[in-house]
């Protein structure tokens, strides 16, 4: 299965004129929750991000991380995001990673998924997701 491609359903063009940057299980512990249990201690959250930037802007034409953008910036932009304050909602995080990634002008298009995976025994998380695509 290619997300890649899965990103073409938004427009076709992003599986042919993109490369796909990932970021899977991005494990940051987040003082996340809306119930007063959650506020005492911060919880272990799962970041999953893809991304798809213009070929121009990430060709690997040569071996040199000058030459595409750079995996740090997908993880200091959650780690800044995520900070140090509480957060309520998982929904307004998820919200606020798609729309810094939707802003960097290389990237054209975005998944952010985030996962609470100790919430309940008896299932592997809890989560929130966004995917949107800029007009070319």
């Known amino acids: ?19 796909l940057m990932s970021l899977r299980q991005f494990d940051l512990p987040v003082r996340i929750g809306v119930h007063d249990f959650e506020r005492s ?59 810094q990634l939707m802003s960097h002008p290389q990237i054209m298009a975005a998944r952010v998924n985030t996962s609470k995976p100790d919430v309940y025994p008896d299932c592997l998380s809890i989560g929130t997701e966004r995917v949107g695509c800029k007009t070319w």
């Open 1 to 19: 299965m290619s997300t890649l491609l899965d990103f073409a359903c938004l427009d076709a063009r992003l599986a042919t004129h993109c490369r």
């Open 41 to 99: 201690a911060a919880q272990r959250m799962w970041f999953d991000i893809d991304i798809c930037v213009r070929l121009e802007d990430a060709p690997a034409s040569s071996d040199d991380i000058s030459s595409t953008l750079n995996y740090d910036f997908l993880r200091e932009m959650v780690q800044k995001t995520v900070g140090i304050e509480h957060h309520e909602l998982q929904e307004t995080l998820c919200d606020a990673l798609f729309n």
